[in-house]
């Protein structure tokens, strides 16, 4: 497996060192710049994926289509919450379809998408008191704004992590079998 780091990647540090959004509050911008990673690191790790690939399970993981469905449906439905609403029949719709197949740009564009929409979304909560009482699911669950917002920025990464350690699987058993075996 290659783990070697490109030029690119040492030249350009993740977005919350880079100095962007001065001017936005400190957990809005930690929340925007987590999404930002994960829209970087989906497009960095999953660019050269084949549509076998994308769609594998090696081990029984989700494959890396549902994972990147599922960060941004869950991003989706938790910024719901944040804004005080409840689900919609889309909304649970969607997450039904996360395991579904997809080819890699197809998936991809959806992911920069959905990246690019929460960022805006959460950004409307600037000025917001992030201690307002939210609640979570069918049950209402009681949480803050902030806590929302907090765990839309950590379970996006969370996500991402696995879907990174689930890519380097599949480049690897790629690897073994296009190399020439010994005879």
Known sequence: MNNTVTKAQVQAPEPW??????????VIRAVVHALELAHEDAD??????????????PAGLPSIASQLRHISGSADRLL???EGRELSQEQMAELAREEEGAMPHVLLREFGKSMVGASRRVREFIGADLEAER???RRRLPTTLGGLLVHVAEHTQRHVGQMVTTVKIVK???????????Q
Not at 18 to 26: F, S
Not at 47 to 56: Q, R
């Open 17 to 26: 060192l880079r100095g962007t959004l001065t001017d936005v509050p400190a």
């Open 44 to 57: 960095r790790w999953c660019g050269d994926l084949t549509g076998v690939e994308v769609n594998a399970r």
């Open 80 to 82: 719901t919450y944040a």
């Open 135 to 137: 609640f979570v699911g």
């Open 172 to 182: 690897a058993l790629r690897a073994r079998t296009t190399s020439p075996q010994p």
